[in-house]
């Protein structure tokens, strides 16, 4: 955003008619001072300060800077207090002796073109008062530039760096802003500089390559006295990225820029946010370091820019800058009021209107773009997509989370297992109820016409329960906001984003486990198994790749934020380019270019390498003293080092130690060096470096070499170290770690470091970082030998006592630290690195359309980097552009079978422990056995090694036992640790692997933890509740014998060695969830799952409460035969994928139309593993199910339940699995039966048909299902046309099957009484004003607003943002009467109130007659342009001051009630009232001869009639209404009147009335103990209530002090409390309260409904509350009066 120069708002000739009643306060004085808009205190003067600093106009010589209070007083009226000048100000003609000098102007008379760089902006409607510049002038059009100083002389800087102190600070600006500058225009006219905000368009399709990162640098405040805006990078922060952060909506939009100013809106890793309103921030959080070379730029819906060619502009606003004296949210109704009025979609328009109303929420933080940002995103858009769409929006969308209370849900376990089991705290399930009952299936299955299913005894069935809603609202955690962000109005609200929506950003806030759906479903049935995954199932059809640019942290995985730009921590790298390259044994394999890189890199045909002057070099090392080390010059394939390492004497005078960096070797004692002088291998152990391009063609920067070193090792208990340094020719030269190789050899000599040969790999190969100098980069490559002789802690060893020296850690700069150890450099020139837009076509995500089968090939030559792995998580395709893997869609089953659960330890010692499945990527590679290279070996047995590929990976059980194999070594029994110190958290190998081990902490109980395979099982087994709910409780072996040391000797002890996962132990755990028991089997009477008292836990545990028992998992075919698709589909709850893509499967011969059948090619037909393949009802596509049921039986067998799946894998949580259940969870609400009738009957009602008809319904619901709908035009046989995506839920098939199937049209439906409706009193006023063609006034800008704030209170409904949840009104309103005892309802009917009839009556009158106003009751803005607030006269014509008015007008008087009954009632009015009003038009323009007079007369008229109030056809009852007479008052009898008043809302009674210490002290210390310490009422809280005289157990109670007047009123005798009344007038619980009451417990409108009646068993049918009460009055009165 920035100040758009416009030169505009002319004045001297142009005269207040010209201006059309508009013009600005004109500032005119000293310079830098500020300009119309209110920047300061709101004094409404524009001039940011008071008025004791004002500076008032005096002398024919000086303008007015501004008017203080008593000048504007005297000039506008009788105003007590300074504001904006009204109807603008007085022609002003700059005098002729006018001292230019003392104002700041621009001479526009000098411009060479003026009639093409002065550009006039809405001439018509501004009277050509307002200019664009075109032109860029220079400074000799500036007469008298400003010398933008402040009052102290301080330069003012760059006004976009200023901060809000700036603005605001000792309760006056710092700075006096905006020098007002004037031009002097063509035509001896001047105008005044317009200081205008200009905004740019982040669309989705189109994000800003920059992410507002150019003005967020140029907006950043430099600190201690530096300039502003110099590139230095340690400032503060004012404004914000404008870059949307990714998330699932947007993902697929996003672009990789590179822009070196790109910057990202989340703070970077471990940088931390602050509070925007005490605080800035260094810009370089948000410019990240790969700037320029890959940063993902993701846009927003309806996120565009004004046309800055339109002077009509919205002026904007925020919490800190003030631009306008019309509040934002005005301007936004006008935006809403347009579009909903003149946009070319009027049905989408409507739609989205009436969507609104069921995804209804509030306004809370008074920011309308909010809600107007989600009004278009989801429901306008929601034509164009489908209502599970909105749904998933509105998921995610801030103010709905906010709204219905599920903004800040963490899973129950989150809070305990942090707080150290202290604070439990379970999801709210406000959204999970509401998210069932308000938009998508209702209380009770319906029909697909929406008629109720009646279970036998003719009652209603409802969709879900308790436990449903209980284990959504699991699934409704851990979705935080994304960070704030440089849109306007997000700006500086918070450090979050209420804008955008909220994505699942932390796997620890989710609970993990089952969660059970509608009837005996669970959530993720028929999903694939995570275990049948195939090998490298990253090569698979459907995998998935998102973009992360420089990015190394994805968002789908958990890693730590110390991975962040970390160059040690490697990611799996692809292959880009291949070639031959020769083992140091000769043994040849082929370093092949990877297809998926090309898949995903997508490259590009006219790619070429960047040209260099290097010029050829011969490969071969020379010393070069420069440096003090070799180096080789030039382009070159290979860099040798030869025997240059190996030619030092320790004692020559100046000798090199071969290093750049001034590295010294280890000295040994001068005893142990050679008689008679020579070569030294023991301080010259590095003997030679080799680096080779893998590719074969000349090493750049980003390519593959490969490592070699000779050493003379000692023993393979020495260690080899490899280091880079990409920086060489830096005085410090910044060394990376590469590796740690053991030389595989038993005797001292000379030797290649290789790795075994068994990993298919024995050069260490590594991939340059890239090249950016554009002609060439020094890269030196660094070999460190720690030896295995020598001195340790000071203590000399001689050769054959070995210490451990090679089990430490490398060193951070391999420079040698013990004697024997040796290090050296090698320093080469490599070529310039291709940038990588230049090499691929990247893509936000990439979908593999095919899967790969090139890991499989026979060709064992053939080596690829990926081949190797059994799962991925972020790679590099090239180096600093990283991709995430995402994984298709599947579950995993927690409940474990024996053979495939073993034990898995995590924490550096092993501390922690828990059951995996061995079949999935669970764990780090780790390894055991062969300790050959550790001393003591009988103390260290236990220890562990990591060999891993990337960091951060995880194998599966297999794919750990054969990369151990791989290394010589074996699966850990059970290890002790990783690494024999405590200070270094692993023996490493390979890739710094072993720093992927940590414990994080005490208390962090999720995250930061990864596990190590071992071999030894691990028994799943179960705790269960006294109703029934389950926790999975993991039961490893936790002692063990174990070596510790004793007195220096080591002795074996039998000791625990692990604690199981707090998450899943028996004592800890709180993550209960519901299953579904087998009832098949258990008499009646009995509970269907283990009990302590119904039947003594089966054989189990009895804990306390809780039985704990053992768990068998039983796995069976289900069918074997042929079955139909019906059964497949009921009977198969475990999916498959696709069995095509797996070529361990075979088409079966027995088939049929619906089923397909895939044997397993070493399995019979109709095994466990055949699959079945039918079509998915739901989406059309394939749905592929396992022929196997799994149960789980609990205790000694007598109870079982079908296995749940759970998309999470406890050992290895990740984001996937979080959006997955997410999307399976709302896919299976929308799926659910009752989704399209209830979805469509809630529509139908709101587009006019309160009481859908059956068949209406019906059609709208096979419409939702099938995703089209195909409309007959009744004129013409045989005409159709089709609407709807295919898609389920498809919105545009449900727009036409609610307003194109006869229902909606047949005059005998319009004539059905029960059809058609009330309508919205707002839409009756949208009805009037687009049918009237509302205009706004030429002099009316959309800045001022068009619509009150106060619509809603006055009229019952308005634009959007009702007070709650349950919108403006209750779908299922009845009024009463006749419509109650027909059972009809009236939804809009309950807006029929005195004040609404008056209200909109009042606002349509209004309308008619003084335009859109706040005149007589009006709703329009409360604006006008001149001096005095008057409404005028409706028969000027004119609406002089008004903001819009209705600009029909017919031709003739004729056609008036005609046109008007047309547009206002679409023809629906009744022979009497067109008659009756047709009479009284015609008497109108007989009388007056005025066709608006006629207009007036009819529209009055017309608004008055039944048919423009309803949707239906008016008949006359032919009956005279009579009124109801009054009762005679019997003088001698006492007269009372109850009266029953309800409060609508939600009231917490135990902090209303509680028992008083005073008078109930152990009832009241009973209550604060269940209520807990933050939710009771202290006595300083409460009032005291006597009640001495009553029969209750407490002499006294206490009310809520807030309630005082009503404690007054009792204490007075004038209240009384009725305690513990309601609808449950028995105890009952969740099991028996359906049986034993008829009252519903889950809706809202139910609740309201039940609160009348207060009668749970319908004892008094047709009673409420005060008939109820006085039918139990009777009981102890004699008479009631």
């Known amino acids: 955003m920035y100040a758009e120069e416009v030169v505009g708002n002319q004045f001297g000739e142009t005269t207040l008619e010209q201006m059309g009643n508009y013009a600005f306060q004109i500032l005119v004085g000293a310079e830098c001072s500020s300009s119309y808009t209110d920047r300061g205190v709101e004094d409404f003067k524009g001039d940011g300060s008071i008025d004791t600093q004002q500076i008032k106009g005096s002398g024919s010589n000086q303008l007015a800077r501004s008017y203080d209070s008593a000048q504007c007083n005297s000039k506008c009226g009788s105003f007590n207090f300074a504001r904006y000048v009204k109807g603008g100000n007085p022609e002003v003609n700059i005098p002729s002796g006018f001292d230019l000098s003392t104002i700041s102007y621009l001479d526009l008379t000098k411009l060479p073109n003026p009639s093409t760089q002065l550009v006039k902006l809405n001439p018509e409607k501004f009277h050509e008062s307002s200019w664009r510049m075109t032109a860029n002038l220079d400074t000799s059009f500036v007469s008298n530039p400003p010398s933008c100083t402040d009052e102290n002389g301080d330069a003012i800087p760059d006004a976009a760096g200023l901060s809000y102190n700036d603005y605001f600070s000792s309760g006056r600006g710092k700075y006096n802003l905006d020098a007002p500058i004037f031009a002097k225009m063509p035509g001896n006219k001047w105008a005044l500089h317009d200081y205008r905000s200009k905004f740019q368009a982040n669309t989705l399709d189109n994000p800003l390559a920059d992410a507002g990162g150019s003005e967020l640098k140029r907006a950043r405040r430099a600190v201690n006295g530096e300039p502003y805006g110099d590139g230095t990078p340690d400032v503060d922060l004012v404004t914000r990225c404008s870059n949307v952060e990714a998330n699932i909506f947007n993902e697929e939009f996003c672009q990789i820029s590179y822009d070196e100013n790109a910057c990202e809106t989340t703070p970077a890793a471990g940088a931390g946010k602050s509070n925007p309103s005490t605080s800035y921030e260094d810009a370089g959080k948000y410019i990240p370091a790969y700037a320029g070379r890959g940063v993902v730029v993701c846009g927003s819906d309806n996120e565009v820019a004004p046309d800055q060619s339109d002077d009509d502009y919205y002026a904007v606003s925020n919490r800190k800058l003030n631009s306008h004296r019309i509040s934002y949210t005005d301007q936004i109704r006008t935006v809403w009021m347009e579009q909903a009025l003149y946009a070319e979609d009027q049905a989408c328009q409507k739609l989205a209107w009436h969507l609104s109303k069921i995804f209804a929420y509030s306004n809370g933080h008074g920011e309308e773009e909010i809600i107007i940002n989600t009004y278009d995103s989801a429901f306008v858009a929601s034509c164009a997509s489908t209502y599970a769409e909105v749904v998933n929006k509105m998921t995610h969308n801030v103010q709905m989370a906010e709204q219905l209370t599920f903004s800040s849900n963490k899973a129950a376990a989150y809070e305990w297992h942090r707080s150290l089991h202290t604070k439990k705290n379970y999801p709210d399930e406000n959204y999970a109820r509401e998210n069932m009952q308000l938009h998508q299936i209702g209380l009770q299955k319906l029909h697909e016409d929406g008629s109720p299913i009646l279970d036998k005894f003719g009652n209603e069935i409802p969709n879900y329960t308790q436990e449903n809603i209980f284990a959504a609202s699991k699934i409704f955690t851990g979705l935080g906001r994304s960070s704030r962000r440089g849109n306007y109005n997000d700006l500086d609200r918070s450090t979050t984003s209420y804008l955008d929506p909220m994505s699942q950003n932390s796997i620890e806030q989710k609970d993990w486990f089952p969660k059970i759906s509608f009837d005996t479903k669970y959530i993720g049935d028929q999903y694939p198994l995570c275990a049948d995954l195939p090998g490298r199932h990253f090569l698979q059809k459907g995998a998935k790749f998102v973009a992360l640019g420089g990015n190394n942290l994805g968002r789908y995985h958990h890693d730590p934020n110390s991975y962040y730009l970390d160059d040690e921590v490697q990611k799996l790298q692809l292959n880009f380019e291949g070639g031959a390259s020769v083992n140091p044994a000769g043994s040849p394999f082929t370093f092949a270019a990877s297809p998926l890189f090309d898949k995903i890199c997508r490259r590009k045909q006219s ?361 010589g070594r074996e699966v850990c029994a059970d290890p002790t640790r990783i690494g024999p110190h405590s200070m270094w958290t692993g023996h490493c190998q390979h890739h710094m692997s072993c720093k992927d081990n940590s414990d994080g902490g005490e208390g962090r109980w999720l995250d930061s933890i990864w596990y190590h395979w071992t071999s030894q099982a691990c028994e ?120 095509t893509e797996n070529d361990k499967y075979d088409l079966y011969g027995d088939q049929s139309d619906d089923v397909k059948v895939y044997i397993m090619i070493t399995e019979d037909a109709y095994a466990k593993e055949t699959i079945f393949q039918v079509v998915n009802e739901y989406n059309g596509e394939f749905l592929y199910l396992k022929n196997v049921r799994s149960d789980v039986s609990v205790c000694n067998g007598a109870f079982k339940f079908r296995s749940p799946p759970a998309f999470y894998n406890v050992a290895n949580p990740d984001l996937v699995s979080a959006n997955q259940e997410m999307e399976a969870y709302l896919q299976s609400v929308i799926n659910h039966d009752s989704a399209p009738p209830f979805t469509c009957k809630s529509l139908i009602k709101l587009f006019g048909s309160s009481n859908p008809s059956p068949d ?89 607003g068009l619509l009150q704030g106060n619509v809603v209170s006055k009229i019952g409904s308005g634009s959007y943002g009702p007070k709650d949840q349950f919108s403006f009104y209750s779908p299922d309103f009845v009024p009463v009467g006749t419509f109650l005892e027909a059972g009809l309802t009236s939804p809009p009917g309950e807006l029929a109130t005195l004040n609404g009839i008056h209200g909109l009556s009042n606002a349509l009158y209004s309308l008619l007659r003084f335009g859109l106003s706040a005149c007589t009751g009006g709703i329009g803005i409360d604006w006008s342009r001149n001096l005095y607030n008057t409404c005028g006269n409706y028969r000027d014509g004119h609406y002089t001051n008004t903001a819009a008015y209705l600009s029909y007008s017919p031709s003739e008087a004729s056609n008036v009630v005609d046109d008007l009954a047309l547009l206002l009632t679409s023809n629906r009015l009744s022979p009497e009232n067109r008659h009756m009003i047709e009479t009284q038009v015609t008497l109108s323009y007989d009388a007056k001869g005025s066709i608006s007079e006629a207009v007036q007369v009819a529209t009055i008229l017309i608004m008055s009639t039944p048919e423009f109030h309803t949707w239906n056809t008016a008949s006359m009852t032919e009956t005279a209404r009579t009124a109801t007479p009054p009762v005679p008052k019997n003088l001698h009898v006492p007269y009372k009147v109850l009266v029953h008043v309800n409060l609508f809302g939600g009231m917490d009674s135990m902090n209303m009335l509680v028992p008083h210490p005073d008078g109930c002290p152990s009832l009241y210390d009973e209550y604060k103990l269940y209520r807990g310490s933050d939710n009771y009422v202290a006595v300083t809280s409460m009032d005291k209530l006597d009640a001495t005289t009553s029969e209750q157990p407490c002499t006294h109670f206490g009310v809520n002090n807030v309630l005082h007047h009503l404690a007054e009123m009792y204490n007075e005798g004038d209240a009384a409390f009725f305690a513990n009344i309601g609808h449950l007038q028995k105890a009952v619980n969740r099991y028996n309260f359906q049986a034993e009451t008829s009252a519903q417990l889950f809706s809202h409108h139910s609740m309201k409904e039940e609160m009348f009646k207060v009668d749970a068993f319908r004892s008094r049918s047709g009673t409420g509350v005060v008939s109820s009460f006085l039918i139990s009055y009777l009981f102890f009165a004699s008479h009631i009066y």
């Not at 001034?662 to 680096?691: H, L, M, N, R, Y």
């Not at 074996?1052 to 060695?1057: C, D, M, R, T």
């Not at 189990?1100 to 768990?1111: E, K, L, M, Q, V």
């Not at 295919?1286 to 047949?1306: D, F």
């Open 607 to 967: 790619f070429q390498h960047p040209a260099s002057t290097l010029a050829e070099g011969s490969g071969q090392a020379e010393y070069d003293s420069s440096i003090g080390a070799p180096k080789c010059h030039g382009r070159v394939s290979r860099c040798d080092s030869g025997e240059l390492l190996g030619t030092r004497y320790p004692n020559e005078p100046n000798d090199s130690h071969n290093t750049i960096d001034g590295c010294e070797d280890g000295i040994p004692e001068a005893s142990e060096f050679p008689v008679g002088g020579g070569i030294s291998d023991i301080t010259e152990s590095v003997k030679q470096i080799i680096v080779e391009a893998v590719g074969g063609s000349v090493i750049r920067g980003g390519s593959w070499v490969s490592i070699q070193a000779k050493v003379v090792a000692n023993h393979i208990r020495d260690k080899v170290d490899y280091y880079y340094a990409a920086d060489a020719a830096a005085a410090n030269p910044d060394w990376k770690f590469i590796t740690t190789v053991s030389p595989l050899v038993d005797e001292i000599g000379e030797h290649f470091v290789t790795l075994p040969r068994t990993v298919r790999r024995e050069k260490i190969n590594f991939r340059l970082p890239n090249c950016d100098d554009p002609d060439h980069c020094d890269v030196a490559f660094r070999v460190a030998l720690r030896s295995s002789r020598g001195i340790k802690n000071g203590a000399w060893k001689n050769g054959h006592n070995l210490n451990d020296d090679g089990s430490h850690k490398p060193y951070d700069d391999g420079c040698a630290k013990d004697p024997y150890d040796d290090t050296d450099d090698l320093v080469l020139q490599v070529l310039p690195s291709p940038r990588p837009q230049d090499m691929c076509d990247f893509q936000a995500t990439i979908t593999l359309d095919q899967s790969f089968s090139y890991c499989d090939d026979d060709d064992s030559s053939k080596f690829y980097m990926e081949c190797h792995v059994d799962t991925l998580r972020v790679l590099e395709l090239l180096p600093g552009v990283y991709y995430e893997y995402v994984r298709l869609p599947c579950v995993n089953m927690p409940f474990i079978a024996d053979l495939d659960s073993v034990k898995v330890v995590a924490n550096h010692n092993m501390r922690t422990a828990m059951c995996a499945d061995k079949r999935l990527a669970s764990a780090t590679s780790t390894c055991c056995g062969h300790y050959s290279d550790r001393l003591p070996t009988s103390g260290y047995t236990a220890y562990a090694d990591m060999f891993s590929e990337y960091r951060g990976e995880r194998l599966t059980f297999n794919g750990n036992s054969d990369r151990c194999l791989d290394w």
């Open 1020 to 1139: 799943i087994k179960v705790k269960i509740d006294v109703e029934g709910l389950v926790a999975i409780v993991h039961a490893p072996e936790t002692f063990a014998w174990r070596w510790e040391r004793q007195g220096g000797t080591w002795v074996l002890v039998w000791s625990k060695i692990h604690d199981v996962l707090p998450l899943v132990d028996f004592d800890k755990t709180v993550s209960f969830f519901s299953v579904h028991w087998d009832k098949s089997n258990v008499a009646a009477g009995k509970l269907v799952y283990p009990h302590a008292s119904d039947n003594l836990c089966d054989g189990g545990d009895i804990r306390g409460d809780f039985c704990f028992c053992s768990t068998t998992v039983q796995e069976e075919a289900v069918f074997d035969g042929l079955p139909t698709k019906a059964e497949v589909i009921d009977e198969l709850h475990i999916g498959a994928f696709d069995p």
């Open 1256 to 1344: 209406h319904v019906l059609r709208c619901s096979q419409a939702f299902k099938s995703g089209t709908f195909l409309f007959s035009d009744p004129e013409e046989l045989g005409a159709t046309l089709s609407f709807g995506s295919g898609k389920r839920s498809s919105m545009h098939a449900i727009l036409a099957a609610i307003v194109l199937p006869p229902e909606s049209y047949s005059p005998s439906v319009v004539m059905d009484p029960a059809s058609g409706g009330v309508q919205d009193p707002f839409e009756k006023v949208l009805h009037v004003m687009r049918s009237m063609k509302l205009t706004r006034s030429l002099h009316h800008r959309r800045s001022d």
